[in-house]
């Protein structure tokens, strides 16, 4: 009887399995395979190698697009912290009671203010 259920729960789990690997994994496998090729707006079957990769890295906008990315990356990370120890620390300090502060002193804290 257990066995039957577990069939029955993967054939009804299984279109789920086919759209994942089709939709997900699927365009991934299609997107690198594209990278490969000498695609621009359409779609070519025209195998070059590395050579879009070559031409990507030696571009100044690759370049520049990386240099924001991490400096939004740092400034947003350091930001999210230094936010997040502030309102640990705002919240611990003018809790009426100690059972408001109990919850925030499981919030883990970075760098501490005080």
Not at 23 to 50: D, E, H, K
Not at 72 to 80: A, M, P, S
Request: proline residues 5%; hydrophobic residues 45%.
């Amino acid at each position: 009887m257990k066995r039957k259920s577990n069939l029955s729960a993967t054939l009804a789990l299984l279109p789920t399995w086919l759209v994942a690997v089709v939709v997900f994994i699927g365009t991934m496998a299609w997107s690198i395979r594209l990278s490969f090729t000498n695609s621009t707006i359409f779609p070519s079957s025209t195998y070059v190698g590395l050579a879009q990769y070559a031409k990507l890295f030696a571009s100044a906008k690759w370049l520049a697009s990386l240099h924001n990315v991490l400096i939004f990356g740092i400034l947003y990370v350091g930001g999210c912290l230094f936010l997040g120890s502030c309102s640990r620390q705002h919240l611990t300090e003018r809790s009426a009671s100690k059972a408001l502060s109990a919850p925030s002193s499981f919030i883990p804290t970075p760098c501490p203010l005080s």
